[in-house]
């Protein structure tokens, strides 16, 4: 079956620009999750759905993020007036708690976001 | 920001050896995972061990975890060129959230 899918896979935009980013994930995964890696990093943590409502957005940096799941499936990370630090990878995942092996996560490709 | 924290940074070694990566972290958890990152890929999920499992085996992979110590250790026996890609440890406080360290990067030398 198909994996977790984000577009676009590059995004080039200018500082204060508006993006949105978007997540498919694995058909029937109730978790999602999006997170930040910046270069030589490991992933930051930045919002988790569990269906449609947003379980724990404590990782988004500030009011400029916001994330939305309105139908439990495909999410939609969106960022205002983007500043240059915004410049990373957006990856997101899912997963299926309750089933299996229920903390794995399946990760996208990632989208790369670049700040001119 | 980063509270995981992985050794070596960055690990090189021949083709045929083994290669051993470490992981500590600060709070109590759940569990803690292994992923790789291939360059230019996505994360690959390697394998999970639970905060009341001691060592877990797949494949040529080994991990270990004292809780002790709050540290986790991965062992790829037997390296492969295919094996080169920066190794991420995770731990989950919860069923959920993961926290994440920085990564080793490891190059298998044909």
């Known amino acids: 079956g198909a994996g977790v899918s984000q577009t676009p896979s590059n995004k080039v935009t200018e500082k204060g620009k508006y993006v949105e980013l978007r997540c498919d994930p694995i058909s029937g995964h109730t978790a999602l999750y999006w997170y930040r890696q910046s270069l030589g990093q490991g992933p930051e943590f930045l919002i988790y759905f569990q269906g449609t409502g947003a379980a724990d957005d404590s990782g988004l940096p500030n009011d400029r993020f916001f994330a939305v799941r309105p139908e439990g499936s495909v999410s939609t990370l969106k960022i205002q007036r983007t500043e240059r630090g915004d410049s990373a990878v957006y990856l997101c995942?899912?997963?299926?708690?309750?089933?299996?092996?229920?903390?794995?996560?399946?990760f996208g490709p990632g989208t790369r976001l670049t700040v001119l | 920001s980063q509270q995981g924290e992985e050794d070596p940074q960055a690990l090189s070694i021949q083709e045929g050896e083994n290669a051993t990566m470490n992981c500590s972290y600060k709070?109590?958890?759940?569990?803690l995972q292994w992923y790789r990152q291939n360059s230019g890929r996505g994360l690959v999920h390697l394998i999970l061990i639970r905060s009341n499992e001691r060592e877990k085996h797949s494949g040529r992979l080994r991990v270990t975890l004292d809780t002790s110590k709050k540290s986790s250790s991965l062992l790829i026996t037997a390296s492969r060129a295919a094996d080169t890609a920066s190794y991420f440890c995770a731990y989950g406080r919860s069923n959920y959230q993961l926290i994440w360290g920085a990564g080793t990067k490891l190059i298998i030398k044909p």
């Open positions: 995942a899912s997963s299926s708690p309750g089933r299996g092996p229920t903390d794995t996560q399946y």
């Open positions: 709070t109590s958890i759940n569990n």
